[in-house]
């Protein structure tokens, strides 16, 4: 677990006068284990703001830190963070097992190691039966926790989700959420959780962060933020 501290934070799409700056000098500090929800109108810079937490858009000015390290500069791969995308592409071929093994696989952790991490994301997901099965032979909650379990077994500092409840109908939303909650209250992993649904955003969030047009305008309780006239 770690802390994720946001300083001065810009963004700018493009070079010179045509740039396009979308993030404008944003500041956060995020506890260590806490859930913490991004929410906003479509464009506002949400998930701009998260890919760059993630590695996957660069910093124009501003820093992040996870932890005590300064993250600007370090790959995607070497932040020890796990993102859990709404749309969650399982490997059709491959068991539930292996769609939650594969990335260990691919950084080399031993195959005990590896067994240890899978059984333990299982056992928290309702998944220990299934581990046998393609993701065809599964509904799409269950389809949906092996998503989750792929970043579990990561064992990151940091949870980051892209809107992960936004294709999923009603009913599959409100279980997801569910999930997503006893997630964090066993695991207790920091976690930035990006959507647009305002309730969704104060039914999880221990502080949301409000953005509008590129800026933060709000950080606070779901409470303090909802007070305000
Ligand atoms: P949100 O997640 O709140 O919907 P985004 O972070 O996706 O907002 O987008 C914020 C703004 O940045 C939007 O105006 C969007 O068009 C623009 N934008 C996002 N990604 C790019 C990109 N790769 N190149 C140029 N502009 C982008
Ligand atoms: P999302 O809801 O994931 O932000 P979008 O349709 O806004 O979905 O963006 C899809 C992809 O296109 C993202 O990788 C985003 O960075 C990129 N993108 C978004 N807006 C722009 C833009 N104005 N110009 C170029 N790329 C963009």
Redesign the pocket.
Known sequence: MASISIRNLVKR?GHGPSANQVIHGVDAEISDGEFVVIVGPSGCGK??LL?MVAGLEEVSEGEIRIGDRVVNNVEPADRDIAMVFQNYALYPHMSVYDNMAYGLKIKKVPVDEIRTRVDKAAKILELSALLDRKPRALSGGQRQRVAMGRAIVRNPQVFLF??PLSNLDAKLRAQTRLEIQKLHAELGVTSLFVTHDQVEAMTLAQRMIVMNGGRMEQFGTPEEVYARP
């Open positions: 799409y998930s701009t890919r892209d809107e």
